[in-house]
């Protein structure tokens, strides 16, 4: 049952399958009821958490509250910053309904998954280093951007994003687009990014990507996106005019990307 469940967790997705099977075996199950604190701000780290079912509130003091209070609805995870840098839990999170987590022990999750983050770091820094957008970040902060990275391969003409998919963030209101007949509207090299428009403006997927010949992605998730690429917002705004532009010029109308749909 684990295994479905944690088969698009990013972290997972560079182990092999020995440590893999390790993890799972080691997984255990939590039931969650709604107003229960699965995690409390400040306090030491215990366990990371994959959600099988259910919603939950995760608030950060720190932060601007109505914008990072993240929901993750019925998938995803929580919880590996505190075990990943030894630091007290960042933000509280609250079950809003019934529903069930797969845990993993701070023990094991040292074990393995900052193991093998080692051997991730190796692989993708001076890549990382690489991507523009990136450029704005601290040396500390990029590091974080690759332990939480995973990396997907797409095959020639798969769908790797659908238009109108929503991201799921709280207090934003989300629309349905419909879909029309698909017009390319650009490619993208080794080093660009794509996905961010969404995130950036809390609406819908503008357009689909697809695979042009086999495709190496890196992804993020949206959380471990609000947590770190805070500092990169300025830049994306900037690109998202142009990207507006290019999307007026093939469709005539404005489609208000830069207005957050609150
Ligand atoms: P951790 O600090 O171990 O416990 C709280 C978790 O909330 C944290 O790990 C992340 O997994 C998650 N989280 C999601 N969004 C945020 C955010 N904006 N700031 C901090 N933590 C967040």
């Not at 469940?5 to 092999?16: A, M, P, S, Y």
């Not at 604190?37 to 995760?58: A, L, P």
């Not at 769908?159 to 991201?167: A, C, E, F």
């Not at 495709?215 to 998730?221: E, H, Y």
Request: proline content about 2%; charged content about 25%.
């Amino acid at each position: 049952q684990a295994s479905l469940t944690c088969k698009d967790i990013l972290l997972f997705k560079n182990l092999d399958q020995e440590q893999l099977s390790q993890v799972l075996d080691t997984m255990f199950e939590r039931k969650v009821t709604p107003q229960e604190h699965v995690i409390d701000e400040g306090d030491d780290g215990d366990n990371f958490y994959v959600i099988e079912r259910g919603s939950h509130d995760i608030v950060a003091a720190k932060d601007d509250q109505s914008r990072c209070a993240v929901c993750c609805d019925n998938h995803g995870s929580f919880g590996e910053l505190a075990l990943m840098y030894n630091t007290p839990r960042a933000a509280t999170i609250t079950a809003t309904t019934e529903g069930a987590l797969w845990g993993l022990d701070r023990v094991t999750f040292r074990r393995i998954i900052l193991k093998n983050n080692a051997k991730k770091r190796k692989t993708y820094e001076s890549f990382i280093e690489s991507v523009l957008l990136l450029k704005s970040l601290e040396a500390s902060e990029r590091k974080k951007v690759v332990d939480v990275i995973g990396q997907k391969v797409y095959q020639d003409g798969e769908r790797i994003l659908s238009q109108g998919d929503k991201i799921l963030i709280k207090h934003k209101i989300v629309t349905s687009t419909e879909v029309n007949q698909e017009v390319e509207i650009g490619r993208c090299q080794r080093g660009q990014y794509f996905g961010e428009l969404a995130l950036t403006t809390n609406k819908p997927r503008a357009a689909s990507a697809y695979a042009v010949r086999e495709v190496k992605c890196l992804v993020m998730d949206v959380q471990a996106f609000e947590r770190l690429l805070g500092p990169c917002m300025d830049i994306m705004k900037r690109n998202i005019t142009h990207c507006e532009e290019q999307l007026i010029a093939m469709f005539g109308s404005s489609m208000d990307l830069t207005n957050p749909g609150i």
